[in-house]
């Protein structure tokens, strides 16, 4: 454990600071009297305001440790190193290491106007200062209570509310458990505010932004002198009541955000402590002790007219979705300027701001793709340029994402009218429960069946700011379509032809003709109506009748006659043309049976007589063929 190390001269001045204390008293009311005008109360003899620690992982065992030193530019000149020492009682670890100050991050944080500079600035009310100090260190053991920590001295003696300030180290640490998870701290993500408006509400945010995405739990401690020793408060203040106030103080431990409004003028202290959680352990903390000044003022804070004070501001939405939040800066105060500053966890927010006296700010962003819920944060301040003093008022929005993801799985009906389709919602990545509606039935259940071909619409909402909506088409299985290409029998066969074109449905099909055939292309088949189902593998059936007709034949004009017609016994067929050839004869029934045939070679005004007593009374074609040419007679016989 690290003591504290003043110089002589620092050590004699606060004795003779103590042994006046009386006269000091004195003073001070005096002073306090004066810090009406100037809204600040000048802190005596130390540099230290207030401090803070963190840490970040580097890998292979190294740990960057960062000290953030807050100083009044009135005290005495800040080192130019810091000892620092990490710790474990488990792992039997006790060793100290050098923090050197960082090039370049000495910055003046007073909250003075231009016409009224602060000690910083060559003028003669405190201002402040920050300025880092870092080191590595390597940490080769797993333990879960490694502490790394720094106690400069001293105090202010300014300090009102802890008794013999100025005799007082000011004692930070970060913890860390690397026994399953390497880890970077938390860092406090704003400048603290050291000025307080005294009769009225003052907002500000000890918030810190975390890298890894662990949960992270504000508490109020007591303001440390070493590991195991807290301040000694003056009666009536301790680690939750840290400031005299017109009313209750409040402190939010989910954001950090602190509500005060001070009775009087006073330079009083605050300890926050930042535990992190991941997956409900404790893997490591870290803490801030600041000094705040109450003073008197008349300058009304600005405020930010969309947001509420003292109160978490949240905002909920899903995954994919825009955030858009437009603000506007209020202040009573004719005249006076306001700006709106925003910092945030949110790598890639979109921030637009205008120009105008009361400056107006959108923050846009499309919400990252999260598992479960995640939550993000966003600090605005606004601030105004009254003077000497200027006014601020902090506000901290939580932003929560969640993911809906749905998967479902939908089931066409087997076949056109059978009504037995099904939608299944599966879904994922929510950690709260989901409501779900059905527009067409209003039902609230994750599966619905027993449905008709058509679209159904389902609203999901988590509770959380993530609502979807989705359709989904329920089919019909596809349909068995069927075309038939028909050829009509020949007037003297029965050679009518039906080619069925099957698609659709579900293969194999079964075919089943009426006439116990089950092809799918028919060639012998006579005149008349066909009845023909198709059935597919999964049941679906059509069916459909068709129809095939018989070709006429007709008796072309030629040279042949047949006669009598009709017959009862003989037939005569007369060639009138005066030619000779060679002809076949061929006789067929009405159904194309062939029932005669004759080849013969005709002359001129030659007549054939054919006995027709046998054939069946009936209609009967007589077919003549000469030369690739041919002719139909037809005749009744009775």
């Known amino acids: ?127 402040f200062k920050q300025i880092e100090y870092s080191g590595i260190i390597v940490l080769t053991q797993k333990c879960n209570d490694f502490v790394f920590s720094v106690t400069d001295c001293c105090r202010n003696s300014a300090i009102t509310s802890v008794i013999n300030p100025e005799t007082l180290p000011l004692y930070v640490e970060a913890t860390l458990n690397n026994l399953t998870n390497e880890n970077s701290s938390s860092v406090f993500s704003g400048k603290p505010i050291m000025v307080l408006a005294t009769h009225q509400e003052n907002q500000f945010s000890v918030n810190a932004l975390d890298s890894d995405g662990d949960s992270l739990v504000y508490s109020l401690i007591a303001p440390k002198t070493s590991e195991l020793t807290n301040v000694n408060y003056v009666s009536g203040y301790d680690a939750q009541h840290f400031i005299a106030s017109n009313t209750i103080s409040t402190f939010n431990s989910e954001n950090g955000i602190i509500t005060i409004n001070p009775s009087q003028q006073e330079t009083a202290i605050l300890a926050v402590k930042i535990s992190e959680y991941r997956n409900g352990e404790l893997i490591g903390s870290t803490m801030r002790d600041v000094q705040l000044i109450s003073t008197n003022s008349n300058n009304t804070l600005p405020s930010i007219g969309e947001l509420v004070s003292g109160q978490l501001n949240s905002f909920s939405l899903c995954a994919g979705a825009e955030l858009l939040i437009n603000l506007s800066s209020v202040d009573p105060d004719a005249g006076q300027t306001t700006m709106i500053e925003v910092s945030s966890n949110i790598p890639d927010l979109m921030i637009q701001k205008s120009n105008d006296r009361l400056q107006k700010v959108s923050i846009s962003w499309t919400a990252q793709q999260a598992s479960g819920n995640s939550t993000f944060w966003i600090k605005v301040l606004v ?131 009426n006439d116990n055939n089950n092809l799918q292309e028919r060639v012998d088949l006579k005149a008349g109506l066909y009845n023909v189902e198709i059935t597919d593998q999964i049941g679906c059936k059509i069916s459909s009748t068709l129809k095939i007709g018989k070709e006429t034949c007709e008796v072309p004009a030629s040279g042949f006659k047949l006669f009598p017609n009709p017959a009862i016994e003989y037939i005569t067929i007369q060639n009138d043309l005066l030619s000779t050839s060679p002809y076949s004869i061929t006789i067929n029934d009405a159904m194309g049976k062939k029932v005669y045939y004759k080849a013969l070679f005709i002359e001129d005004a030659m007549n054939e007589v054919l006995s027709v007593a046998e054939l069946a009374p009936g209609i009967y074609f007589v077919l003549l063929e000469s030369n690739g040419e041919s002719q139909i007679l037809r005749f009744v016989k009775k």
């Open 383 to 513: 601030t105004d340029n009254a003077c000497p003093l200027n006014g601020a008022k902090s506000y901290y929005l939580r932003i929560t994402v969640s993911t809906l993801v749905l998967s479902p799985i939908v089931t066409n009906s087997d076949c056109a009218g059978k009504n037995n389709g099904a939608i299944a919602l599966n879904i994922s990545q929510s950690s709260q429960p989901v409501s779900i509606n059905w527009v067409h039935n209003n039902s609230d259940q994750p599966m619905l069946d027993q449905l008709a071909a058509g679209v159904y619409t389902v609203t999901l909402d988590n509770g959380n700011g993530c609502i979807v909506e989705r359709n989904f088409q329920v089919n019909n299985s596809e349909r068995i379509d069927m075309t038939a290409t028909l050829e009509n029998a020949s007037c003297i066969a029965n050679d009518g032809k039906a080619y069925l074109n099957l698609t659709g449905g579900v293969l194999p099909y079964t075919i089943a003709w």
């Open 1 to 127: 454990m690290l003591i504290c190390t003043c110089s002589l001269a620092k050590s004699a001045s606060k004795m003779i600071q103590k042994t006046s204390f009386f006269s000091l008293k004195k003073v001070f009311v005096a002073f306090l009297l004066i810090s009406i005008f100037t809204g600040y109360l000048k802190a005596n003899a130390s540099h230290m305001a207030g401090a803070d620690i963190s840490y970040k992982y580097l890998g292979n065992d190294q740990y960057k440790v960062t000290y953030t030193l807050y100083s009044d530019c009135s005290g005495s000149l800040p080192p130019i190193s810091m000892n620092a020492s990490v710790r474990s009682n488990n792992c039997s670890v006790s060793n100290s290491f050098v923090l050197q100050k960082v090039i370049g991050s000495e910055i003046v944080i007073s909250a003075n106007c231009i016409s009224a500079p602060s000690t910083c600035n060559g003028g003669v009310t405190t201002g």
